[in-house]
């Protein structure tokens, strides 16, 4: 068997173990975010689209969470690209409802919060985890590279209505950039438009793995700190995650991890522990296989050597 749609559970650094969900092509998005860790966007659309049949992602569910019964935290819908684009993901959160009782998550760019039908849709989950990386259009457009028919007002003002009725937690996501985003003025901006949406939680990422353009810069402790005073009760993930991801339910090791690195570029450390926990002690020789059959390709980045699959298009190193 092999999944096509359903991959983990993975090591999450807010959700535990999660059991990812994508059903959305490779890089089909409406931002083209610097900071991507899946590389520049492919198929920049706004229009929603049932991508791939729901049934067929419905019954990968079912499977997945048979073969993971008891390992898994949270059913996240995420993917490699926008999962609100998928036009029948509020039927496939209704359905996933009714066969288990593991909480569900969205995370998203929250872009088309803007839409009466995507906050419909997204009421039945536990938690929904929208990004707010700037609140001034310059910004914006500058950091996420948004599709030409948005714009920030909108989506912030849709980011308000869905908490006006969502009952869930909803958690917003800031990647900070260097040079960027970063500074007090900026930061500004970002507090001003929280405090209209006034979510249950507020995380603050900077990009540990290897960004879409090779420009993109962690902010320094400095900025950290300043983030942290103007924006005020934050979580900070600025460290790594651990753990070892689960590839049960594909028909072989190598298969498992190019789906991973397709959602979620791995460290070779990663690989090492994930391939010897299933009993291969020769991860050096799948990885360099992999490599020369043109599947999986080799990124140095802050000191670490990630993997990602071959499709991703990294930027060159200008700005």
Known sequence: MKFKYVYGPVPSRRLGRSLGVNPIPFKTCNYSCVYCQLGRTAHLINERRDFFSKEEILSEIKQAIKIHEGDIDYITFVGEGEPTLYKSLGWLIKEVKKIASLPVAVITNGALLYREDVREELLPAEVVMPSLDAAKEHTFRRL??????????????????????????????????RGINDTEKELLAIKEALEKIRPDRIYINVPIRPPAEKWVEIPDEEALVRAHSILGDVFIIARKEVGSFDTRGFSNLEDAILSITRRHPMRRSQI???????????????????????????????????????EARMGERRR
Not at 287 to 294: N, P
């Open 144 to 177: 996420n590279r948004p599709h030409r028919d948005l714009d920030i007002e909108n989506i912030i003002q849709g980011m308000v209505q869905f908490r006006n009725i969502f009952k869930g937690q909803l958690w917003v996501e800031i990647m900070l950039v």
């Open 272 to 310: 090492r522990d994930t391939l010897q926990r299933y009993g291969e002690e020769n991860f050096e020789e799948i990885i360099d296989r992999l490599i020369k059959e043109g599947k999986l390709r080799k990124i140095e980045y802050r000191g670490d050597t990630f993997y990602i699959v071959s």
